[in-house]
């Protein structure tokens, strides 16, 4: 079992953003520290909810503070970039780090963000599809051209070429974050893992699951891809003495955070969206996840991994808003719950 740190660079009310990006960079380096085998860092643009407009870019950071871990972008916001500009960066990465950097990518919302990088709604709405493809050519091959609805140009080398490295010629890791049977088929068709979000609990992760390895096959992925996919399961911990105190420290910051991060996304062509309660949501998420003793956490942990096949995990870990509290919150769960699992 592998587990990971899950960084959503997230602002809690009454914070500022420099020192939310210190907690964020900071809670990496512990978990380097503690033991933990990744971190994986969220991608978003215009809100409080997470305050990294550039996934790959702090991936870059930490991967020169760090000499262990493996980091990875959860994900890099596909439609609002070019797919050949973030395999050039996922390729330099991957070369530098020594084969420690994966790419997680995912189709993002119908935010305003289309709006401001040009991309338009027809890149989020039908576009995905062409743009992994360009994507894991770019990664894949030496040299690429294109003539797609989206993307046409003329063959031109790749450079860097993933396959240089030193330590891995496989290039980097891909991942393919997947919320619905369409991107699950996505995914599955072209050998990819899947993320799959904090929002949905074993049942239904473990009914994705089923749902990949039976278009995988259908496609007819290589057998060993299919039993070897490292698909990861993100998720939230908290860990304390009392479930009780694990479960409050969290429904205190978490409701104002998300409420504020979550109404200020602005959708691109004014359509309504349905907002979750944040308290409500905060509860679920304590249901769900790992949130209380470390004895309960391996349990909660194991019990996914027993349910779902799933043997990789990215825990939010910032969810008290208070760094000293997440530092802690990420030593003991390097030294009292990732034992347990191993």
Known sequence: MRVGSFVLAAQFPGQGQGEVLHRAVRSAEVAEEAGLDAVWLAE???????????????????????????????VSVLPTVHPVALGEQAALLHITSGGRFSLGVGRGGPWVDLEVFG???????????????????WLR?????????RFSFREVPVVPRPSESLTDSEGPEVVVACTSPASVRLAAQRGLPM?????VGDEEKADMVALWRQYARGAGVDGDVIADAGHVSAGICQIADRRI?????????????????????VTVDGRARSMRDP???????????????????VDRLTATAERTGIAR???????????????????????EVLPRLR
């Open 119 to 137: 991309s338009g709604l027809q890149a989020y709405e039908t576009g995905f599809p062409e743009s992994l493809d360009l994507l894991m050519r």
């Open 141 to 149: 091959e030496p040299s690429v051209a294109a003539a797609g609805e």
């Open 279 to 297: 308290l409500a949501y905060t509860e679920l998420l304590c249901g769900l996840h790992p949130v209380g003793t470390p004895r309960l956490c």
């Open 245 to 265: 105190d694990a479960v409050e420290a969290l429904t205190k910051a978490m409701p104002g955070w998300l409420k504020e991060g979550l109404d200020a996304h």
């Open 44 to 74: 978003h643009h215009f809100v409080p909810y997470g305050t990294c407009p550039s996934a790959v870019t702090l991936a870059a950071l930490l991967l020169g503070r760090t000499r262990r871990i493996r980091v990875g972008t959860a």
């Open 313 to 335: 995990f990215a825990l939010l870990v910032e969810g008290s808003g208070d760094l000293a509290a997440t530092e802690e919150n990420v030593r003991r769960l390097g030294a």
């Open 195 to 199: 993320l799959l979000g904090m929002h």
